[in-house]
């Protein structure tokens, strides 16, 4: 392009950071943000902080500039990536793109990117089983962060419903899939963690895709948000065969969004079976119990009757004795053989009467009032008395 002198003529005289200042504004006017495709080269990271490389092409090299903290994959020369990026021209005169976000493009880079974040977390621990923790068995309140137009979502919560129904179901609606998913993922992620009564489980869902559809869930940010998450994560990603480092960091990780809902709450059918079958089980071990017990019972009563039995006969024995003794104390028997009762008038019993006293004597039949008329020792007495 040939340009006189006359074409010059009202163009404007800048100085150089002016002439970069309008060249950056025209930049940002026209191309504000960008999204460039290329090749890996010349990667670097400087004291800590600052991302280096170069993107290239067959034709092309462009220099690339970023921040460490934004770096939410791994990369390494050679693999094919998209960046998001804003150009400008540097003070120094150099033409670059500040990058703001990195997307491995391709199934190969995909892989590399994919294993490159994994090993570097899995050294860290964050994929280790003692970390992870356990389910409720029936929880109440459920969170899902997941796109409610999405077929994986309504799956879930049909099958939740069907399989046990009644619980609260919180929901935050995200994107997917995209360079904007992982954002607002861990948006929703800092919302439940930070209610004031937080759910018992955050179920994290995504159907099924390709693996560059599920790339949002590899993204380093967003496997650091789960690991740090107070409320334990279950995840239900993609399809079987596919394993993001979203589900290697989960506490738990159900292989879809239906086997989440398998996994996330019991089967009220197989529960009532449970119980039917233990009722059962205590029924039939009761009737048992039941049984040996009555069998002891009456073999107790058994013995307690032959021990009764033995009772009464020693008794009923003894109170024959008795009353053999008794009948042989008894006056009237006494009085029936021949015997006769001497009292004063006064009717106490008398033993020593004397001449002229008046006594009552009393047999078996008759009352007989008399006067003694003589009184003399018995012989047979005297010498008993007297020891001869």
Not at 129 to 148: F, H
Not at 344 to 349: E, H, N, W
Not at 360 to 371: H, L, R, S, T, Y
């Amino acid at each position: 392009m040939n340009v006189t002198m006359n074409n010059m003529e009202g163009a404007p005289i800048l100085g150089v950071s002016d002439a970069i200042a309008v060249i950056n504004q025209s930049l940002e006017y026209a191309f504000p943000i960008i999204q460039v495709v290329g090749e890996v080269s010349q990667f670097k990271i400087n004291q800590g902080k600052w991302v280096f490389f170069d993107l290239k092409d067959e034709d092309g090299t462009l220099n690339c500039f970023m921040s460490l903290a934004n770096l939410r994959v791994q990369i390494e020369d050679g693999m094919k990536i998209m960046v998001v990026a804003v150009p400008k021209l540097t003070q120094w005169g150099k033409f670059s793109l500040t990058v703001q976000q990195i997307k491995p493009v391709g199934e190969g880079s995909l892989k590399k990117a994919y294993e490159l974040l994994r090993a570097k977390l899995d050294k860290e621990g964050l994929f280790a089983p003692e970390r992870k923790r356990v389910l409720p068995d029936l929880p109440e309140r459920v969170a899902v962060i997941s796109s409610v137009d999405a077929a994986g979502y309504k799956d879930f919560v049909k099958i939740l419903k069907a399989r046990f129904g009644g619980l609260k179901i919180m929901v935050y609606h995200t994107l997917v899939q995209g360079l904007d998913a992982p954002e607002q993922i861990m948006q929703g992620l800092d919302y439940f963690n930070g209610l004031a009564e937080s759910p018992e489980v955050v179920c994290l869902l995504r159907g099924g895709g390709s693996v560059d559809d599920l790339a949002a869930f590899n993204d380093e940010l967003l496997v650091r948000k789960i690991a740090s998450s107070r409320v334990p994560v279950l995840t239900g990603i993609g399809h079987e065969v596919d394993t993001t480092l979203a589900d290697l960091v989960a506490d738990v990780r159900a292989f879809t969004p239906s086997n989440a809902a398998e996994v996330l709450a019991p089967d009220k059918r197989e529960i009532i079976n449970q119980v039917f079958e233990r009722h059962k089980s205590f029924k039939a071990i009761f009737i048992g119990k039941l049984g040996e017990k009555e069998v002891l019972v009456r073999h107790r009563l058994e013995s307690i009757g032959m021990q009764t039995e033995r009772i009464y006969e020693t008794v009923f024995a003894q109170w024959k004795n008795l009353q053999v003794v008794l009948d042989s104390l008894n006056p009237e028997l006494v009085l029936k053989r021949g015997y006769a009762i001497m009292r004063g008038v006064d009717g106490k019993l008398l033993k020593n009467p004397t001449v002229g006293q008046i006594v009552n004597i009393e047999n078996f039949d008759k009352m007989v009032e008399a006067e003694v008329k003589n009184v003399r020792e018995k012989q047979d007495t005297k010498r008993t008395d007297s020891g001869v």
